[in-house]
């Protein structure tokens, strides 16, 4: 799992970078701390859906990190994208 900023203009790039980096061959998926954003709705961002679909490209996996109340946000960004693999960490984080 690794790392990258999403809204990156440059974001494919950085993620074919990383892959050719020693032990890039094992990076299967990308994290960003969704529950840290103050936007319920921020993985529907433009800048944001269109690195989630880079992700998609390089072939990798999207682990959401969410709280409940961004589960409806992930739901619709993962029907943007039928392309994405998405991972629901720790169950969306339930009270």
Do not use: N
Request: hydrophobic share 45%.
């Amino acid at each position: 799992m690794g790392w990258s900023d999403l809204t990156a203009p440059d974001i494919a790039d950085t993620l074919a970078a990383l892959r050719e980096l020693p032990g890039g061959d094992r990076l299967v998926s990308l994290r960003h701390q969704v529950q840290s954003e103050p936007d319920p709705e921020w993985l529907l961002r433009t800048d944001v859906r269109r690195g989630l679909a880079a992700v998609a490209d390089a072939g990798l996996v999207y682990d959401l990190v969410v709280q409940p109340h961004q589960l409806p946000a992930a739901a619709r960004v993962a029907a943007l994208l039928p392309g994405l693999t998405f991972v629901l960490d720790h169950a969306g984080k339930p009270r």
